[in-house]
Nanobody
Framework: QVQLVESGGGLVQPGGSLRLSCATSERTFSRYAMGWFRQAPGKEREIVAV????????YYGGSVKGRFTISRDNAKNTVFLQMNSLKPEDTAIYYC????????????????WGQGTQVTVSS
């Protein structure tokens, strides 16, 4: 069982930045593609970004492209989501997840999930 723990969420003003982290003690972390998803109240959980196990391929959802950056440090078993130019519509619970599928965008293809971290963008 892979346990994932997110951190770094909080309250930020529009236009501000946050950096989310997702850490695991799983020794096979580097075998997994890692994704960030988010879910706003009353909405479906949606893909934010995905990074391949090696870090050399990424995918971004259309609404965050150019503002968010996903990265990973396999030596530290951690994946990051740098979020810049935040907007109120980015407000959601953000989840990290792990999959053995290459750059999967489908939440039902992810095997392990963190508990989520709240991001609120408001003035």
């Amino acid at each position: 069982q892979v346990q994932l723990v997110e951190s770094g969420g909080g309250l930020v003003q529009p236009g501000g930045s946050l950096r989310l982290s997702c850490a695991t003690s799983e020794r096979t972390f580097s075998r997994y593609a890692m994704g960030w998803f988010r879910q706003a109240p009353g909405k479906e959980r949606e893909i934010v970004a995905v990074i391949r196990w090696s870090g050399d391929s990424t995918y971004y959802g259309g609404s965050v492209k150019g503002r968010f950056t996903i990265s990973r440090d396999n030596a530290k078993n951690t994946v990051f989501l740098q979020m810049n130019s935040l907007k109120p519509e980015d407000t959601a619970i953000y989840y990290c997840a792990a999959t053995t599928r290459w750059l999967s965008r489908a939440k039902n293809e992810y095997d392990y999930w963190g508990q989520g971290t709240q991001v609120t963008v408001s003035s």
